[in-house]
């Protein structure tokens, strides 16, 4: 006669206290780890919830920058004319759409890629600013864009530039393409 045994478990009458046993003394060693995983991810940019991939918005701002240089952004040293100015900060824009980078990361990216007079400028401009170098942490992108445009693209030159669209007009003998070409 062959014998069945309904519990796998009743050769080893101390089963459920051995489960206890390896468990309360697993977790001492596990808490201290999983802590020390939490704090690297989140240091790393990945967030508690250990990954860094999927959906997930990276939160560290050298997961930013490091997604936002391999787009080759263009650097800013100075402009001949306002509207290399302008050109900048839409190319800035189209890179910050591409990458889905939240605002209070754009002005930071922004100043990542100014270089010679313009970071001079950025840098003695900080300086006014109530907080200083801080200030670049909390400054919106509109914020920045106002300001950088105040340097580069003054009232008057935008109001110039305003007057001048404002008095274009499609000639008689032209088709559309010549006007807009023009």
Same mark, same amino acid.
């Given at each position: 006669?062959?014998?069945?045994?309904?519990?796998?478990?009743?050769? /080893?009458? *101390?089963?459920?206290?051995?489960?206890?046993?390896? /468990?309360?003394?697993?977790?001492?060693?596990?808490?201290?780890?999983? &802590?020390?995983? =939490?704090? *690297?991810? =989140? &240091?790393?940019?990945?967030?508690?919830?250990?990954?860094?991939?999927?959906?997930? $918005?990276?939160?560290?701002?050298?997961?930013? =920058?490091?997604?936002?240089?391999?787009?080759?952004?263009?650097?800013? &040293?100075?402009?001949?004319?306002? !509207?290399?100015?302008?050109?900048?900060?839409?190319?800035?824009?189209?890179?910050?759409?591409?990458?889905?980078?939240?605002?209070?990361?754009?002005?930071?990216?922004?100043?990542?890629?100014?270089?010679?007079?313009?970071?001079?400028?950025?840098?003695?401009?900080?300086?006014?600013?109530?907080?200083?170098?801080?200030?670049?942490?909390?400054?919106?992108?509109? !914020?920045?864009?106002?300001?950088?445009? *105040?340097?580069?693209?003054?009232?008057?030159?935008?109001?110039?530039?305003?007057?001048?669209?404002?008095? $274009?007009?499609?000639?008689?003998?032209? *088709?559309?393409?010549?006007?807009?070409?023009?």
């Amino acid at each position: 006669m062959v014998t069945t045994h309904n519990n796998p478990n009743d050769n /080893v009458p *101390n089963f459920e206290a051995m489960i206890n046993a390896a /468990v309360a003394n697993a977790l001492p060693n596990l808490t201290p780890a999983l &802590r020390t995983q =939490i704090t *690297n991810d =989140i &240091r790393n940019g990945a967030g508690p919830s250990g990954g860094g991939g999927g959906d997930a $918005i990276p939160h560290g701002i050298h997961v930013w =920058i490091e997604r936002f240089t391999k787009l080759k952004p263009l650097a800013f &040293r100075s402009v001949a004319t306002p !509207a290399e100015a302008e050109d900048w900060i839409t190319h800035m824009e189209k890179l910050f759409q591409v990458l889905g980078c939240p605002d209070n990361f754009n002005t930071r990216l922004a100043a990542f890629k100014l270089e010679g007079d313009a970071l001079s400028w950025w840098k003695a401009h900080l300086r006014t600013q109530v907080g200083g170098d801080a200030f670049a942490d909390t400054c919106t992108w509109v !914020a920045f864009r106002e300001i950088f445009y *105040n340097r580069y693209f003054t009232a008057y030159e935008q109001q110039r530039y305003e007057r001048e669209y404002g008095s $274009i007009c499609q000639l008689d003998r032209e *088709n559309s393409g010549e006007y807009m070409e023009r």
